[in-house]
């Protein structure tokens, strides 16, 4: 009877592992595609705005409107697709496939409401949103009524996204993921190159077009699900009438479930959102009390590690975020089962796949900073340097978001919380110091050492609360640190070739060369050693063997 039980719980760990290995997959693919379009984008997008100097604008502006409504579509959404995601999991472990579907009913209704809420005050309220937000440039007005209309349909968007991530099914998140994007970049360029190159209109029409984008590209993902949902129609029915309803739920409990697990995604989600908020509120006036610099000045450095810097290591924080995504629901359905030692697995389990692509990741983008620059941006000393302190800044802001999503499948919401007030308390006291000593790097720097203090402390309370033993993890991530180190100095010995011993010029075709070649290299030495020593067999499964086959790796 025992090692019946044993095999029974070995079957549902390696299902566990499955399921978080296959989910990441691909809400990894979906995010990383999306965020590399999200990136692409900007070569076209900067070179019709104009100059260096209104491109910079151009961001600097952008980045203001898009910080504000990031925070108002945290809001909106209320942080309720990821408890729909959270709450389905665990019913339908329970077998109760009828009462998430009433859960996900319940929450349209609220989520529709609270768009309409949100995405009025967005509009009616823009001269005073940027006049408490966004240090009183007006010029943000028309780019915050923009985006008031995606607040409008994105809550919807999220929660449809939710139900299905609470199925374990992630591949329409990530297909409509790709296919918004798609949608955004399409609809933005082509206004923009519009406005500029044939009615030679303002930069600032130019950026309210581009932010509307995003009504755009959410309409067409709330398409893509809709097709899937009805695919999937009779499956779900199917399940739901298999249900096992013993345990009752009324309508009330559901939105007081809703909430309560609603509020805590809010503040977490919000977390890196509230550090740049912090920025773009006092990085003026900071700046201006160690002397006096020309707005304009001003808005070129914010722009540099707000919009440009920021945007590039998002690719890289995307495949974090498609992690936060997929360990939800598995952690939720072990915590739903009282499995303590599925709860333990799952945790490791997540660090381990965090580990094992974000540290390459940063690292190789730390490498390619300056070729990857000036495809982007041009050649700009001060940029390369901002980006090479943001890909390292990238793996603590990654390991937030997994960090947070696993304090929240397990139902830490308050202690989640805590050490993110704690760290957000560390950035507010350095912030000065910092910028009173490095400048325009000192909010890269505060927010680091901000959020740094949040890891720990939240590493430590898993440590305590579940008896996570990291042993085997420690020896592994040294071993990825080893790896992407030696990867590291070899992008640096091809680089140093190609730009001091060759002379190639800093222009954005040799970049986009020189970029293509460091990465290519880079990559095949990582996935060759992981390979080559069966480390990639060890937190991804024996399915890495083909690959090694193929390769002839022994």
Do not use: C
Not at 257 to 281: H, L
């Amino acid at each position: 009877m025992d090692n019946e039980n044993n095999k029974v719980e070995v079957n549902n760990s390696t299902s566990s592992d499955n399921s978080l290995v296959k989910g990441s997959a691909w809400m990894t693919a979906g995010s990383i595609f999306s965020r590399i379009l999200g990136a692409i984008y900007i070569i076209p997008w900067n070179a019709w705005l104009g100059g260096a100097t209104v491109a910079l604008a151009a961001n600097a502006l952008y980045a203001k409107g898009y910080n504000i409504y990031s925070e108002f579509l945290i809001i909106s959404t209320a942080g309720i697709p990821s408890a729909i995601s959270k709450q389905i999991a665990h019913y339908n472990a329970l077998n109760e496939y009828a009462i998430g579907n009433r859960l996900f009913k319940q929450g349209i209704k609220l989520m529709a409401l609270l768009g309409i809420i949100f995405a009025a005050i967005m509009f009616f309220g823009a001269s005073m949103i940027a006049t408490i937000f966004a240090g009183g440039d007006m010029a943000t007005v028309p780019v915050i009524k923009s985006l008031s209309a995606a607040v409008l349909v994105i809550p919807i968007l999220s929660i449809t996204r939710g139900y299905f991530q609470g199925y374990g099914e992630m591949a329409p998140s990530a297909i409509s993921q790709f296919v918004e994007q798609i949608a955004r970049v399409f609809y933005m360029l082509l206004a923009t190159y519009i406005i500029m190159k044939v009615q030679h209109g303002s930069y600032v029409d130019a950026v309210t077009q581009s932010t509307f984008a995003a009504f755009i590209g959410a309409v067409a993902a709330i398409a893509v699900l809709g097709y899937f949902f009805i695919r999937q129609l009779p499956r779900l029915r199917k399940l739901s009438r298999s249900s096992s309803n013993i345990v009752e739920v009324n309508d009330r409990k559901f939105i007081a479930e809703i909430v309560q697990q609603a509020v805590p995604f809010i503040v977490m989600g919000s977390g890196f959102v509230f550090y740049q908020m912090f920025d773009q509120a006092t990085f003026n006036a900071m700046m201006n009390s160690l002397g006096h610099y020309p707005k304009s000045m001003l808005d070129q450095m914010y722009a540099l590690f707000g919009f440009n810097a920021n945007k590039l290591i998002m690719i890289t924080i995307s495949l974090a975020s498609a992690m936060a995504v997929a360990v939800i629901p598995v952690l939720s359905k072990a915590h739903a089962q009282n499995d303590q030692k599925g709860i333990e697995t799952q945790i490791t389990k997540a660090f381990e796949l965090f580990f094992f692509v974000m540290i390459p990741a940063s690292i190789g983008m730390y490498g390619v900073s300056k070729p990857l620059w000036i495809v982007f941006y041009s050649y700009n000393e001060k940029g390369i340097s901002m980006l090479q302190v943001s890909a390292m800044l990238a793996i603590i802001l990654g390991l937030f978001t997994v960090l947070s999503a696993v304090l929240q499948g397990l139902y830490q919401n308050r202690t989640a919380i805590n050490y993110l007030l704690v760290g957000l308390v560390v950035k507010v006291i350095v912030q000065w110091p910092m910028i009173a000593v490095f400048r325009e790097f000192g909010p890269l720097l505060a927010t680091f050492i901000g959020m740094l203090i949040t890891v720990i402390l939240m590493i430590r309370s898993l440590i305590k609360l579940y008896d996570v033993d990291l042993t085997s993890t420690i020896e592994r991530v040294s071993y990825i640190i080893m790896y992407s180190l030696i990867m590291l100095v070899v992008i640096f010995v091809t680089n140093k070739i190609l730009y001091s011993y060759l002379g190639i010029p800093n222009r954005r075709v040799y970049g986009f060369i020189i970029l293509i070649i460091e990465a290519g290299i880079g990559g095949l030495i990582y996935t060759y050693l992981v390979l080559r020593n069966h480390l990639a067999d060890d937190i991804l499964g024996y399915q890495m063997n083909r690959f090694r086959k193929m390769l002839r790796i022994k």
